[in-house]
């Protein structure tokens, strides 16, 4: 059977920026009908390369051809490659939640009539595509009221509201769940059916395995290869072996665990929900931790363990209602993220962009941002501390950078989540609570997580591990407690733990036997 022609080809992509080859003579060639995957370590150029695609960075920033359905393009902007029939899906995603569901889809592509929106035309048409992309909720619902997931299904009938014709999703799945996960992904699948081509940048192998029909692996801004599913041998290893230039024999660094004595305990943890006092996030939960020991934290989406993590920290989320902190045998007062950071204890949010760092700020004012006391004096900020105390964490963690006087939003996203560790690290912590440390990042930046996960454990210093991965925490965690509904329900040492035991406590509010 012959091949399809080529809906997309870049030839001789190369774009810089001040100090940064981001992309090298990259060369991509998509087929009309395909799912044609992207992969590569944070920095490699993937999302550089689709911003160039997609007129982000608009014709005349970069050097090469873009040859779409037989034609050279010059993309002056979105709205340029939008008219053509190519549309980008961005990981932040670009709904905005006060308006509709259908004042977002067709926000920018208004349907008009007289020279005024047609807002019944507008319900209807939104009707139509929602039910196209198999999602039933009412086109007047603010986005702010639906979850993650749908909202994904929103962008992507956005999409074809503008009759897309190539589709990119960058990292599409990455705030998902496993169910939502899916039902995107047989969505692509369905559109690819109806002759619509997709790109997707993804850091989960498996799923790029599932779905795509061809796969580019990028490497320090130089297209590596092209692998075609169909001519076989393709599975996440030989794509691992691409993307990082050698193969890595285990996921996780070996590790001889030296855990103490128990120092840091949680009592009959119970808090409200912010907004519904008639809901509780947290139901009475008791957990501790051993110095020198990772805790995972395992539960679906919604099961609270971030609400735990955020509560713990200083009450940043409900409305505490009972329960006790024990440290080093003494009870703790924490009433705020002050005294949590005063008592040791340090929490790397899920959303690093949102809630970890200021994107404004360079990376040595990131780094030392949490406890400006240590290179402070009169309220004065040693500016030579501040720039020496950066280059430190800049090498022992790797940040791959050409200046701590570089902004945060310039990095990657493993390179910022360095710089995030790096911050709380810079608070002499105690007890670090790491919620969700390595999503959205590629394969080896999260070996590179994984190895300071490991160090700090030696330190002596207690981590608490929330990951939505199974075999994230099974390959770090000592112990793991599950949650389900914001109740504790099992705990498991890293010998009795495995996956069908942990989704089994994940889904089921009655306790078991303790397995640890």
Same mark, same amino acid.
């Given at each position: 059977?012959?091949?399809?022609?080529?809906?997309?080809?870049?030839?001789?992509?190369?774009?810089?920026?001040?100090?940064?080859?981001?992309?090298?003579?990259?060369?991509?060639?998509?087929?009309?009908?395909?799912?044609?995957?992207?992969?590569?370590?944070?920095?490699?150029?993937?999302?550089?390369?689709?911003?160039?695609?997609?007129?982000?960075?608009?014709?005349?920033?970069?050097?090469?051809?873009?040859?779409?359905?037989?034609?050279?393009?010059?993309?002056?902007?979105?709205?340029?490659?939008?008219?053509?029939?190519?549309?980008?899906?961005?990981?932040?995603?670009?709904?905005?939640?006060?308006?509709?569901?259908?004042?977002?889809?067709?926000?920018?592509?208004?349907?008009?009539?007289?020279?005024?929106?047609?807002?019944?035309?507008?319900?209807?048409?939104?009707?139509?595509?929602?039910?196209?992309?198999?999602?039933?909720?009412?086109?007047?619902?603010?986005?702010?009221?639906?979850?993650?997931?749908?909202? $994904?299904?929103?962008?992507?009938?956005?999409?074809?509201?503008?009759?897309?014709?190539?589709?990119?999703?960058?990292?599409?799945?990455?705030?998902?769940?496993?169910?939502?996960?899916?039902?995107?992904?047989?969505?692509?699948?369905?559109?690819?059916?109806?002759?619509?081509?997709?790109?997707?940048?993804?850091?989960?192998?498996?799923?790029?395995?599932?779905?795509?029909?061809?796969?580019?692996?990028?490497?320090?801004?130089?297209?590596?290869?092209?692998?075609?599913?169909?001519?076989?041998?393709?599975?996440?290893?030989?794509?691992?072996?691409?993307?990082?230039?050698?193969?890595?024999?285990?996921?996780?660094?070996?590790?001889?665990?030296?855990?103490?004595?128990?120092?840091?305990?949680?009592?009959?943890?119970?808090?409200?929900?912010?907004?519904?006092?008639?809901?509780?996030?947290?139901?009475?939960?008791?957990?501790?931790?051993?110095?020198?020991?990772?805790?995972?934290?395992?539960?679906?989406?919604?099961?609270?363990?971030?609400?735990?993590?955020?509560?713990?920290?200083?009450?940043?989320?409900?409305?505490?209602?009972?329960?006790?902190?024990?440290?080093?045998?003494?009870?703790?007062?924490?009433?705020?993220?002050?005294?949590?950071?005063?008592?040791?204890?340090?929490?790397?949010?899920?959303?690093?962009?949102?809630?970890?760092?200021?994107?404004?700020?360079?990376?040595?004012?990131?780094?030392?941002?949490?406890?400006?006391?240590?290179?402070?004096?009169?309220?004065?900020?040693?500016?030579?501390?501040?720039?020496?105390?950066?280059?430190?964490?800049?090498?022992?963690?790797?940040?791959?950078?050409?200046?701590?006087?570089?902004?945060?939003?310039?990095?990657?996203?493993?390179?910022?989540?360095?710089?995030?560790?790096?911050?709380?690290?810079?608070?002499?912590?105690?007890?670090?609570?790491?919620?969700?440390?390595?999503?959205?990042?590629?394969?080896?930046?999260?070996?590179?997580?994984?190895?300071?996960?490991?160090?700090?454990?030696? $330190?002596?210093?207690?981590?608490?591990?929330?990951?939505?991965?199974?075999?994230?925490?099974?390959?770090?965690?000592?112990?793991?407690?599950?949650?389900?509904?914001?109740?504790?329900?099992?705990?498991?040492?890293?010998?009795?733990?495995?996956?069908?035991?942990?989704?089994?406590?994940?889904?089921?509010?009655?306790?078991?036997?303790?397995?640890?």
């Amino acid at each position: 059977m012959a091949a399809k022609p080529n809906i997309l080809e870049m030839v001789n992509i190369t774009k810089e920026f001040p100090g940064v080859l981001a992309l090298s003579e990259v060369n991509l060639a998509v087929r009309a009908g395909e799912v044609h995957a992207i992969c590569g370590e944070n920095g490699a150029g993937k999302s550089t390369l689709m911003k160039v695609l997609s007129g982000v960075y608009p014709f005349g920033s970069y050097s090469g051809d873009i040859v779409y359905q037989n034609e050279v393009q010059r993309f002056r902007d979105i709205r340029a490659s939008e008219a053509a029939g190519i549309v980008i899906i961005h990981q932040e995603l670009a709904l905005i939640p006060e308006l509709s569901i259908a004042e977002n889809i067709f926000l920018g592509n208004e349907v008009t009539k007289r020279g005024a929106i047609d807002w019944e035309a507008t319900r209807l048409a939104a009707v139509e595509l929602l039910a196209r992309v198999g999602l039933s909720e009412d086109p007047d619902t603010q986005i702010k009221d639906i979850g993650v997931g749908k909202q $994904q299904l929103v962008e992507i009938a956005k999409a074809l509201a503008k009759q897309v014709k190539l589709l990119i999703l960058d990292e599409p799945t990455a705030a998902l769940n496993e169910t939502d996960s899916q039902h995107l992904l047989d969505l692509i699948k369905g559109l690819q059916g109806r002759g619509i081509s997709s790109i997707i940048i993804s850091h989960k192998l498996n799923e790029i395995a599932q779905i795509a029909d061809s796969i580019t692996i990028i490497r320090d801004g130089h297209a590596i290869e092209t692998l075609r599913v169909d001519e076989g041998a393709v599975d996440e290893d030989r794509i691992i072996r691409g993307m990082v230039g050698r193969s890595l024999q285990s996921r996780f660094p070996d590790r001889i665990a030296t855990v103490g004595e128990n120092f840091f305990e949680i009592h009959d943890w119970t808090v409200q929900h912010p907004t519904s006092s008639e809901r509780l996030v947290c139901k009475g939960e008791t957990l501790h931790v051993r110095r020198g020991e990772v805790v995972g934290l395992a539960g679906l989406v919604g099961a609270g363990r971030t609400e735990l993590a955020m509560s713990v920290f200083g009450r940043s989320y409900g409305n505490f209602i009972s329960g006790t902190i024990i440290k080093d045998g003494q009870e703790i007062q924490i009433r705020n993220v002050a005294e949590a950071i005063k008592h040791g204890i340090a929490y790397v949010s899920e959303d690093r962009k949102a809630l970890g760092l200021n994107l404004l700020d360079d990376i040595k004012r990131s780094v030392v941002s949490a406890k400006l006391s240590k290179i402070s004096s009169a309220g004065v900020v040693n500016e030579g501390a501040e720039h020496e105390v950066a280059e430190d964490y800049r090498g022992k963690l790797r940040i791959k950078t050409s200046s701590v006087e570089s902004g945060v939003d310039t990095l990657s996203g493993g390179n910022q989540q360095k710089v995030v560790l790096a911050k709380w690290m810079f608070t002499d912590p105690d007890i670090l609570i790491l919620d969700e440390p390595t999503r959205g990042i590629d394969v080896g930046a999260k070996f590179e997580i994984y190895t300071i996960i490991q160090q700090l454990a030696a $330190q002596g210093k207690g981590i608490i591990l929330i990951s939505s991965e199974l075999p994230e925490l099974l390959g770090l965690s000592d112990r793991i407690y599950t949650i389900f509904e914001g109740a504790i329900t099992n705990e498991f040492t890293a010998e009795t733990a495995d996956p069908e035991l942990l989704m089994k406590s994940m889904t089921a509010t009655q306790k078991k036997a303790n397995a640890a």
